[in-house]
């Protein structure tokens, strides 16, 4: 890799700046000079050849758009001059076969989990309230706030602070703009159950009106929350007339587990003496139960019982050349160790299809995804949509020109390992190795349903930045450029900027973020999205997100 641009692979024919290019820059790579006619922006790509209009343009070695008019050598790929395009796919009975990294360093290794009585092994305990339907959400707020402060998972107490020294200001009268408030140096309360990471909340806007179909997906993801390696006990919260029945719920939660035999405390407000004894008596019984889980300590566990989901948001023209090839190389790591990887947001696999179908270990699971993926693309075409509409004003700036270049990079955090299942949303991940899971693009949908899958981690690859977290699974943010990483360090776990750099390689990379892994997994280290309680859960409904 130089320092100034990048050739992707071999059949490529644009270029990629990897540090900002002025125009008419003399670029000699591979033998040939190249000038550009306008300045590169870092990240962003220039044409090989001269180009006629309707020509095919490649980059990671697939088609991801054509050119609108002829254009010359060394001009910058941009909407006006390149639009989506992506080959077609189709199952083949391919031989698949791959180079399998060598993973003796972690041959041995453990992290520090909690063991489920199924088996499963969670990366941290908690506690979950979940609300059968919206009505019940301000009755979960109310026992948040009491609930927080009280036991020592607040996170707020420095803003909570700043605002009271305000308010004292005005009520003495005092001209704000005229006033230094130093920053609050509140020490944190010390939790009162050692062993219990958290307690968390599923608020959403589902569970009656909309459609039965609805509250029917919404019924098993909340099943799938409950079931979670992740979480210790359950509180339930019910209003009693809506769509999503108590025996709805528990129907989805035994058929996904029969043996379920963790803590579940149910309320039912109309059923209530009164909302006020509803909730002292939640609270009550819910702390018997985190006295309960508190008991539960971490222990051993093999790699092996590890499940990592893999995402991007926020992404950037460097997500597919750092960030996504080093996990992507941990995944392959993890996939011959046996534990599992997740890897979902089906609309940005758009272009990617035709190799991840040749992965695929069977027919069946080739055509799986197939179906799920045409079917995906036609509802939102049906809606005046489609997956080629999915690049965001910030990836385009950066980038990110069509949705197949965003795909193809996107498609390198699942690795090169078989693809050995194909979930479709909810539904749980059972066999060692690459799965995919039908999820929309959107960072927290997509998070929301790698958890509801069995995802303990997600590593989640940024170029722009976000604070994507989740309620359940902790999120490690791992920044494709050393500029985030430094500008928002308060969100940022890691840094493979020094991939770009030519510092390190995409393998030294990749078994980096393994160790900062099993260092979150063994709660020796807290990602900033768990320190900061960004617990985001959207529930998906299906055909309307990308």
């Known amino acids: 890799m130089s320092n100034l641009i990048l050739k992707i692979n071999p059949k490529d024919n644009v270029l990629v700046a990897l540090q900002d290019i002025p125009a ?3 670029i000699v790579f591979e033998g040939n000079t190249y000038t550009t006619l306008e300045a590169i ?11 006629k209009q309707g020509d095919e343009i490649f980059m990671y070695g697939v088609l991801v758009g054509k050119v609108q008019y002829d254009l010359a050598s060394g001009t910058r790929m941009t909407t006006d001059n390149t639009k989506h395009a992506a080959d077609p796919f189709y199952y083949r009975d391919v031989d698949y076969q791959w180079t399998k990294p060598d993973v003796s360093r972690f041959l041995h290794k453990t992290f520090k989990g909690y063991h489920r009585s199924n088996g499963d092994v969670g990366t941290a305990n908690y506690w979950l309230f979940i609300p059968t339907v919206f009505c019940e959400n301000r009755n979960l707020d109310i026992i ?41 140096n509140i020490p944190a309360k010390e939790r009162i159950f050692k062993n219990v990471d958290g307690i968390k909340f599923l608020n959403h806007t589902g569970g009656c009106g909309g459609t039965r179909q609805d509250s029917d997906s919404l019924s098993k993801l909340l099943a799938a929350y409950a079931d979670h390696p992740n979480v210790a006990g359950v509180t339930l ?45 939640a609270i009550f019984e819910t702390l018997k139960g985190l006295q ?40 392959d790591i993890l996939s011959v160790l046996g534990a599992k990887v997740l890897l979902a947001e089906f609309p940005e696999l758009c272009g990617a299809e035709q190799e991840l179908i040749d992965r695929a270990v069977d027919q069946p699971t080739a055509e799986k995804f197939i179906r799920l993926m045409t079917e995906y693309d036609e509802l939102a075409h049906a809606v005046g949509s489609g997956f080629y509409m999915n690049p965001s004003p910030g990836n385009i700036k950066d980038g990110l020109i069509t949705d197949a270049i965003k795909s ?41 349903g790698k958890a509801a899958s069995g995802a303990t981690l997600i590593l989640f690859t940024t170029g722009l930045g976000t604070p994507t977290g989740n309620p359940v699974c902790p999120v490690i943010k791992v920044a494709t450029n050393t500029v985030l990483a430094t500008k928002m360090s308060d969100i940022i776990d890691i840094d493979t900027g020094a991939v770009v750099r030519g510092e ?30 960004q617990d985001d859960f959207i529930p998906w409904k299906r055909g309307v997100s990308l």
Do not use: W
Request: hydrophobic share 35%.
């Open 504 to 533: 390190k390689t995409i393998q030294e990379m990749g078994e980096d973020i393994l160790d900062f892994c099993i260092d979150v997994a063994s709660g020796n280290i807290i990602p900033k999205a768990v320190a900061l309680n």
């Open 24 to 26: 008419e820059t003399e």
């Open 408 to 448: 193809a990079g996107a498609a390198k955090k699942g690795g090169s390992s078989p693809v050995v299942d194909v979930l479709d949303y909810t539904e749980p991940a059972t066999k060692p190795g690459l799965s995919l899971v039908c999820t929309p693009g959107n960072d927290v949908e997509a998070t929301t």
């Open 41 to 51: 922006p870092a990240k962003h790509k220039f044409f090989m050849n001269d180009m």
């Open 237 to 281: 919260l019910s209003l009693g007339c809506q769509h999503l029945q108590i025996d709805n719920f528990k129907r989805d939660l035994y058929n996904r587990n029969p043996d379920f035999d963790k803590p579940l405390l149910v309320f039912e407000q109309q059923k209530a003496v009164s909302e006020e004894t509803m909730i002292k008596n």
């Open 292 to 331: 309960e889980i508190n008991t539960i300590e971490r222990e051993d566990a093999p790699i092996s019982k590890l499940c990592v989901g893999v995402k991007c948001g926020g992404s950037d023209g460097f997500s597919g050349i750092s960030a996504n090839p080093a996990v992507g190389h941990l995944a």
């Open 144 to 184: 948040k706030e009491s609930l927080y402060d009280s036991l020592g998972y607040a996170v707020d107490a420095k803003y909570k602070d700043y605002t009271q020294q305000l308010v004292e200001a005005i009520s003495k009268g005092d001209n704000l703009d005229e006033l230094d408030f130093s920053p609050s």
